[in-house]
């Protein structure tokens, strides 16, 4: 954790599974990052952001991971981590040593996974097949089974051939 008189920590956010832990660091436009990583810490230091001014976080974990297996990813607006915890097991129950809340550090729910969902991954953003998948087990829009919609017909019906009663008991507009 960061102390007093300090550089501003940048936003942090992570996630984990049995076995990693995806931690990212929002800082826009960051060059030149220095980056440490420890079996229990994670120090970070860098320019960027909106005024590009200096940023700086130490990360006191949880737990021990394995530094030499980090992955580290430097895009336009994050470092990405995906960090080797040294024992697979139970999730930690926060990120850091510390109990307090850190302002600068969220849960990132879009890599989120319970630890009682099933071990069955199919990568960090999740598959393409997710919304069939889910689709097929909810019956698509009013089929079933793998059956799906077809838009295509030509029998949509005529505007003529059906009134909607809806419209019969509604009150004339006033002007």
């Known amino acids: 954790?960061?102390?007093?008189?300090?550089?501003?920590?940048?936003?942090v956010m992570w996630a984990q599974r049995r076995d990693i832990l995806f931690v990212t660091i929002c800082?826009?436009?960051c060059k030149d990052p220095v980056v440490n990583i420890e079996?229990?810490?994670?120090?970070?230091?860098?320019?960027?952001?909106?005024?590009?001014?200096?940023?700086?976080v130490t990360i006191n974990l949880y737990g021990?991971?394995?530094p030499n297996t980090t992955i580290q990813?430097?895009?336009g607006r994050t470092l990405e981590l995906l960090l080797v915890k040294k024992e697979e097991g139970p999730?930690?129950?926060r990120l850091t040593k510390e109990k307090t809340k850190a302002h600068w550090l969220k849960s990132d729910f879009n890599k989120w996974k319970d630890e009682d969902d099933s071990d069955d991954e199919g990568g960090m953003e999740g598959s393409s097949n997710d919304l069939?998948?889910?689709?097929?087990?909810?019956?698509?829009?009013?089929?079933?089974?793998?059956?799906?919609?077809?838009?295509?017909?030509?029998?949509?019906?005529?505007e003529e051939d059906e009134v909607d009663s809806d419209y019969d008991d509604l009150p004339d507009l006033l002007e």
Do not use: A, C
């Open 1 to 11: 954790m960061t102390q007093e008189g300090q550089l501003p920590p940048p936003p």
């Open 27 to 29: 800082l826009e436009d």
């Open 39 to 56: 079996p229990q810490m994670i120090y970070f230091k860098g320019i960027g952001g909106t005024e590009q001014k200096m940023h700086e």
């Open 64 to 66: 021990e991971i394995i």
């Open 73 to 75: 990813n430097l895009r």
């Open 91 to 93: 999730y930690w129950p």
């Open 132 to 158: 069939d998948d889910m689709m097929r087990h909810l019956g698509g829009l009013g089929g079933s089974g793998d059956s799906k919609p077809n838009f295509d017909s030509d029998d949509l019906g005529d």
